[in-house]
């Protein structure tokens, strides 16, 4: 699975970005996809998951109640919404594709696309 992020850019705190995750090659349906993102100097962290069907979902505690994963299967795109964002959530995002919903790590994920920066200034 090739994955190419996008909708990465600058927002000031408190307001709202969204960012899609493209795949082409195998079977986008197969795969859960999660979001994760890494600040400089940090390690990635995990954001969120959502299943093969996108009937199940899972969020990182940091973002609950203030991101939204979704998934358009016959458009092979995750997305991302994010609302009443925060200069901590400054980071390189990254979309990642896992043959198993359950496993919400790095090592986890069988396919990783290019990061898109997202900034928040405060």
């Known amino acids: 699975v090739q994955l190419q992020a996008s909708g990465g850019g600058l927002v000031q705190a408190g307001g709202s970005l969204g960012l899609s995750c493209a795949a082409s090659g195998r079977t986008f349906g197969n795969y859960a996809m999660d979001w994760f993102r890494q600040a400089p100097g940090k390690e990635r962290e995990f954001v969120a998951a959502?299943?093969?069907?996108?009937?199940?979902?899972y969020y990182g505690d940091s973002v609950k109640a203030r991101f939204t994963i979704s998934r358009d299967n016959a458009k092979n795109t995750v997305y991302l919404q994010m609302n009443n964002l925060k200069p901590e959530d400054t980071a390189v995002y990254y979309c990642?594709?896992?043959?198993?919903?359950?496993?919400?790590?790095?090592?986890?994920?069988?396919?990783w696309g290019k990061g898109t920066q997202v900034t928040v200034s405060s």
């Open positions: 959502i299943s093969r069907s996108g009937d199940y979902t």
């Open positions: 990642a594709a896992t043959a198993f919903f359950s496993r919400k790590t790095p090592s986890g994920m069988d396919y």
